[in-house]
């Protein structure tokens, strides 16, 4: 099975009907679909990227599916996810996506960041509801795809949050799944 489907898998099985959920890095928009169709009408998915090219496809993407309504896309960095969402969300949302490194087919030197990456994880766990789930994909192949692989485990590591940890294979170039439940 693949990292995604793992991924899919974990947050799935923590969301339902009405659920919030956040997109942190929406890239083609696949990762804010998912999370739009369990969620449903009722529910909110909230999605974010820094480039606009990212965030014209999966606006697309979701209005050709007919799930506009549930969703917002914002044009910002993930860092900044908590200045377009509803302040009653905190301590509400069930489940955030990430998946660091490159837009696939994008640009490959528009990278997210080791410091960035670490200041959106440390702030959006605070807005999970007890056992809301993150899942955070981080490509370790790119230049700062390690040095960014390491920062987030060791956020990890210093906040003993709860997590399980899948390997796309034995390469240290191979992407990682952190599969992470507030307690």
Known sequence: MRLVEHAKKFISDSISKG????????????DTLFLCKITGESGK?????????????TKALI???????????????????SSHIPF??????????MNLGYLPGGDHRTTTTPEITEK?????YK?????????V????????????DSVVQKLITNNRWNCRVELGNKKETSPILYMIRKM
Not at 127 to 135: N, Q, T, Y
């Open 19 to 30: 659920s919030i959920c956040i997109d942190l890095t929406c890239g083609n928009g696949l």
């Open 45 to 57: 998915v909230y999605s974010f990227d820094l480039q606009p090219e990212a965030v014209a496809i």
């Open 137 to 148: 994909i981080a490509y370790r192949g790119h230049p700062g795809g390690k040095l960014e």
């Open 127 to 135: 807005w999970l509801r007890p056992d809301g789930v993150i899942s």
């Open 88 to 97: 009653f969300c905190k301590g509400n949302v069930s489940a955030v996506m």
């Open 120 to 124: 959106a994880l440390s702030s959006v």
């Open 63 to 81: 209005s050709r599916t007919q799930r506009i309504a549930s969703c917002e896309i914002s044009e910002a960095c993930h860092s900044q996810f």
